[in-house]
C-alpha cells in the first residue's frame, strides 16, 4: 500500500508517518510510504519509506506519483494562520494553488484509468468558523472564516469535495482544533499559546499567556489527533456524509481549567509559573470557542481524549524534553 504524506516533516506529519510504519493502514499489507516536506529526516530513513524534499507542488513528485500513484493520501501541509496574515501571497500559494496542483496530480493518473481513486484525508481547520457566540453549536455549523487561513481551510474542502464528486479522489476533510502541544518554536499559530502552557508548567518556566485564564478553546492531543486521521482514512466511502467533511469531537475548556490540570499533574502552583495579559483580537479569535456537539461524527468513530485527565497525560507523556519557551 502506497502511502503520501505532505508536511511529513511537521509535528503533525511526522508523528503520524512514525505512526503508520508501526501500525499499516491495512494489516498485512506491504508499506510504501513516500514523505513530502522543505526539511528532510532527521534520521536515516526505512528501506520503504522515501523522502521528496521540497513543495508537494513540486513538478519532480508528480513524476515518481505517476509511477507510482498513492493509494491514500494525508494532506498537512500549509501555512499557519499568523504567517498566512502576514504573508498573503505565500498563504495562497501554498493552501490553494499549490493544494490544487497536488489534486490534479493525484487526479491525472486516475483519469487515464491507470489508478484508482486515492483516499484523500485533507487536515482542514476549525478556523473556517471564524468568530463564534457563546451558544453551543454542532457539526452543522456554517463556516464563516475571519482570517485567510480559515478561507483558505474551507475553499480547500470544497475543492477535495468536487474532486470526489467526479471520482477523481475519494476525499475527505477533518475540521481539526488546536492540537497540544506543538513545539515551542512554532510560532507561526495563534493558537501557540495552547501549547506554551505545557512546555512552561513542565520547564518550570515562566509564561505569559495572551488570553486571559477564562478563555474558552478546544482541545485535542497529538495522539489522539493520529487516531482520528487514520480512522478517516479508513472509513468506507459508503459512510461519508455529502458535503465529505467531519468536524471530529473536541474537549472544550477553559485555558485555567487546562492550566490547573497540567500543574496538578506536575505538583505545582500555577500562580507561580503563568500569568495573564489577555490581547483583546487573540482572545476573540481563538480563546471564545463555545461547547461543541458532534453525533454525527462520534457514531462514525472518531473521538476526543476523554476528560482533560486524560488529554494532560497524553501531551506531558509526549514531551521528550523539556525545551524552551518563547
Known amino acids: 500500500m502506497h502511502v503520501l504524506v505532505t508536511g511529513a516533516g511537521g509535528f503533525i506529519g511526522a508523528a503520524l508517518a512514525e505512526r503508520l510504519q508501526s501500525v499499516p493502514l491495512v494489516p498485512g499489507l506491504p508499506l510504501r510510504l513516500t514523505l513530502v516536506d522543505r526539511v528532510g529526516p532527521r534520521v536515516p530513513s526505512a528501506p520503504a519509506v522515501h523522502w521528496h524534499i521540497g513543495g508537494f507542488a513540486d513538478r519532480a513528485l508528480f513524476e515518481v506519483l505517476e509511477d507510482h500513484p498513492p493509494d491514500c493520501v494525508f494532506h498537512l501541509a500549509s501555512v499557519p494562520g499568523s504567517l498566512a496574515e502576514r504573508e498573503p501571497g505565500l498563504g495562497v500559494q501554498a493552501n490553494l494553488l499549490d493544494t490544487v496542483a497536488l489534486c490534479e496530480g493525484l487526479a491525472r493518473p486516475v483519469r487515464e484509468g491507470r489508478a484508482r481513486a486515492p483516499r484523500l484525508v485533507f487536515a482542514s481547520s ?6 463564534l457566540g457563546t451558544q453551543a453549536v454542532d457539526e452543522r455549523q456554517g463556516p464563516q472564516p475571519t482570517l485567510s487561513y480559515g478561507v483558505h481551510k474551507w475553499m480547500t474542502e470544497l475543492l477535495v469535495a468536487d474532486y470526489g464528486r467526479r471520482g477523481d479522489i475519494d476525499g475527505c476533510s477533518l475540521r481539526l482544533p488546536g492540537i497540544v502541544a506543538r513545539p515551542p518554536t512554532e510560532t507561526g ?42 480512522h478517516a482514512a479508513r472509513l468506507p466511502t459508503r459512510g461519508m456524509p455529502t458535503a465529505r467533511c467531519w468536524q471530529p469531537p473536541v474537549l472544550q475548556s477553559s485555558v485555567g481549567d487546562v492550566v490547573q490540570a497540567i500543574a496538578h499533574a506536575q505538583g505545582l502552583d500555577p500562580k507561580d509559573w503563568i500569568r495573564y495579559a489577555p490581547d483583546a483580537r487573540t482572545e476573540a479569535l481563538f480563546g471564545c470557542l463555545p461547547a461543541l456537539r458532534t453525533p454525527q461524527s462520534e457514531a462514525a468513530g472518531f473521538r476526543h481524549d476523554g476528560s482533560l485527565e486524560s488529554l494532560v497525560t497524553r ?9 524552551m519557551v518563547a
Not at 196 to 219: D, E, G, K, N
Not at 315 to 323: E, M
Open 126 to 131: 476549525v478556523a473556517v468558523y471564524g468568530a
Open 189 to 230: 499559530h495563534g493558537s501557540a499559546f495552547m501549547s506554551q502552557i505545557f512546555h512552561a508548567l513542565r520547564a518550570r518556566q515562566m509564561y505569559t499567556c495572551p488570553v486571559s485564564a477564562q478563555a474558552t478553546a478546544w482541545w485535542m492531543s497529538l495522539q489522539c489527533c493520529l487516531d482520528n486521521l487514520v
Open 315 to 323: 501531551v506531558l507523556g509526549g514531551l521528550h524534553s523539556p525545551g
